[in-house]
């Protein structure tokens, strides 16, 4: 662009410093090359603001990216397990509520790979101290990864964490979960991780 305006310009100019006689119609058209060479500044400088100001949206949304993967990494890991798919598990919460009697636990999941992998999952299974399994249907109120049950399956793709959730009911207030697990069976691509002994943060 700006090599089409210097041209512009150039060429406007040698048009002047030739026209020699005061015929009105090649001074009309100096005329309006030199209004065409302004448009085409007045073009290249609203593009030029209109890129600095796209450049600035990308580099918010750059900034914004990098910090929430650096909140998700920073966040505590309770314990760790990484598949043999290579999909790398951080509990990052065991929490109790005492008014509604539910245990939530959170676990960000990454695919440390490079191909973008789609999994399912097979049903939890938690067993506190006292050796109580919830692992039946009645036993959960949620078990997702993203906006997915485990069971249906979710695209992992490389390095983008993912947040699964597992909240279960409870009459009591069990201190610990002596295993959190998801049997990890190889057909079908499903996926799996196992944590023991979580203390449970009741509140």
């Known amino acids: ?8 310009i150039v060429f406007a100019v040698s048009l002047m410093a030739h ?3 005061t015929n009105p119609e090649v001074e009309q058209k ?11 500044k007045s073009t290249v400088t609203a593009m030029q603001t209109a890129m600095a100001n796209i450049q600035v949206k990308v580099d918010e949304v750059t900034k914004q990216n990098l910090a929430l993967k650096q909140a998700i990494s920073l966040q505590p890991t309770i ?3 990484t598949s ?3 999909i790398n598990y951080r509990l990052i919460e065991a929490k109790g509520n005492r008014k ?3 245990i939530t636990f959170i676990i960000s999941a990454v695919n440390t790979g490079k191909q973008d992998q789609r999994l399912t999952y097979n049903e939890p299974v938690i067993v506190d101290e006292s050796g109580y399994q919830y692992k039946d249907y009645k036993d959960w109120k949620e078990y997702k990864i993203g906006n997915e049950y485990l069971t249906s399956g979710t695209t992992l793709y490389p390095d983008t964490p993912v947040q699964i959730i597992l909240t279960c009911v409870t009459n009591s207030e069990p201190q610990y979960a002596k295993i959190i697990n998801i049997a990890p069976y190889e057909t079908f691509k499903k996926d799996g ?5 979580i203390p449970i ?3």
């Open 1 to 8: 662009m700006k090599k089409v305006i210097l041209s512009s």
């Open 19 to 21: 026209a020699q006689s």
């Open 30 to 40: 100096i005329a309006q090359m030199g209004n065409a060479v302004d448009s085409l």
């Open 79 to 81: 314990a760790e397990d």
């Open 84 to 86: 043999s798919f290579g």
């Open 100 to 102: 509604s009697g539910e």
């Open 193 to 197: 991780f196992r944590f023991t002994n």
């Open 201 to 203: 943060k009741w509140e």
